[in-house]
């Protein structure tokens, strides 16, 4: 990469996607505050640091970045670094005289008084103080936003100002995926955080279900998070049909993916948490699989749209409903090359980064790696 970028992006949280992302999308900086655990085994490219808040402040003062890319302001957690982090960009434009514009890329899709209370109810009012809080600042200070989904462009309606703000809307779907792959029938496959809001113990419950009346099905759980030993130990009570892989490096997870012929993704809203996407429901896709999950993410009209199995996590029913939809998914998966023809050419995510930088997105090959490090 060019010394001399145009872009920045931070990034709270460095995943594997960031740096396939980062590799194919507009040049730019790319600065991250802390790891995901599926980075394990990734290497870095050029252009990645890691910084913490206030080397970010003081990278803004040195960079010929002239745009830079924020997490979005409704991510509420994060709320505070995102006001430091844009008003701190914008600062440094008016002391070095130049024009810098902050761009920010939205997927959260969860109402506001939830973002606001979590699992708490609050006053009317003090939601409607917040909205006009974020709405303001967010107008303040970002030039562009993007929304993965629908459902994140509602959301982000109910913000006031949030109108005024130049912004594009493009579902993020991947592209079909070009590898070649042998898959495993009667095979499904859960990624992600073994934790409850995805759903790890409604799948636990559901699968008995599916083992009874889909003889030699099997399913494999990748992922760490404090259902892990629960989990190992209901794979243990049958290891034929059952497994536990705990934390993989990415490429392996994604090679169990690919091999597999349903994913399944049952996550349930959590507090302030709500699936927006999901990456693994995208990978998945890119391969050609067979999705079963939750209406939750904002995939979900698309998906119900195209086959796939989407149903409600709501008590009681969840639990029958879901073994259904993976006996259902297990027994006449979808068509792979139908489901890969039925993407786009561009993956969504790309497109939306070459619409904020204001650039073409590219293709890299065979770039070199380095190891992590830390700016203060």
Same mark, same amino acid.
């Given at each position: 990469m060019s010394a001399s970028v145009g872009s920045m992006r931070i990034v709270p949280e460095l995943r594997a996607a960031h740096i396939e992302r980062h590799l194919r999308g507009t040049?730019?900086?790319?600065?991250?505050?802390?790891?995901?655990?599926?980075?394990? #085994?990734?290497?870095?490219?050029? #252009? %990645?640091? !890691?910084?913490t808040s206030t080397g970010a402040l003081r990278r803004f003062l040195t960079t $010929? &970045?002239?745009?830079?890319?924020?997490?979005?302001p409704l991510w509420m957690r994060f709320w505070p670094k995102h006001v430091l982090l844009a008003a701190g960009f914008r600062a440094a434009g008016v002391i070095r005289r130049r024009r810098h514009r902050v761009v920010t890329y939205a997927m959260e899709n969860n109402d506001l008084a939830t973002l606001v209370g979590g699992r708490r109810r609050v006053p009317g009012v003090v939601v409607r103080l917040v909205g006009l809080l974020v709405g303001a600042v967010a107008r303040l200070t970002i030039d562009r936003i993007a929304f993965a989904s629908d459902d994140a462009r509602a959301t982000y309606a109910s913000l006031p100002? $949030? &109108?005024?703000?130049?912004? @594009?809307?493009?579902?993020? *779907?991947p592209r079909p995926d070009d590898a070649p792959v042998d898959p495993t029938p009667l095979t499904c496959v859960f990624v992600g955080a073994m934790e409850q809001r995805k759903g790890v113990q409604e799948l636990m419950d559901a699968w008995p279900a599916v083992e009874r009346t889909v003889? #030699?099905?099997? %399913?494999?759980? %990748?992922g760490p998070g404090p259902l892990?030993?629960? +989990?190992?130990?209901? +794979? &243990?009570?049958?290891?034929? $049909?059952?497994?536990? $892989? #705990? !934390?993989?490096?990415?490429?392996? /997870? &994604?090679?169990?993916? !690919?091999?597999?012929?349903? *994913?399944? +993704?049952? @996550?349930? /809203?959590?507090?302030?948490? !709500?699936?927006?996407?999901?990456?693994p429901i995208k990978e998945a896709l890119a391969a050609g699989l067979t999705i079963v999950t939750t209406d939750q993410t904002g995939l979900a009209g698309w998906l119900r749209d195209h086959g796939h199995g989407v149903v409600p996590p709501t008590a009681p029913a969840f639990t029958r409903r879901l073994a259904r939809a993976i006996t259902s998914a297990l027994r006449a998966p979808l068509d792979r090359e139908q489901v890969r023809a039925a993407l786009p050419e561009r993956d969504g995510r790309l497109a939306a980064d070459a619409w904020l930088h204001g650039q073409q997105a590219r293709l890299v090959a065979d770039v070199p790696t380095r190891p992590i490090g830390v700016v203060a």
């Open positions: 040049p730019a900086e790319l600065l991250y505050l802390d790891v995901n655990y599926d980075l394990a #085994g990734t290497d870095l490219a050029p #252009g %990645i640091q !890691r910084v $010929t &970045a002239t745009t830079l890319e924020v997490p979005e100002f $949030t &109108a005024a703000i130049e912004q @594009s809307s493009t579902l993020e *779907l003889p #030699g099905a099997t %399913i494999v759980l %990748i892990e030993p629960l +989990a190992a130990e209901w +794979a &243990a009570s049958s290891p034929s $049909t059952r497994r536990v $892989t #705990g !934390r993989l490096p990415h490429a392996a /997870a &994604a090679a169990v993916v !690919r091999s597999s012929a349903v *994913l399944v +993704a049952p @996550s349930v /809203a959590d507090g302030r948490w !709500r699936e927006q996407i999901g990456l």
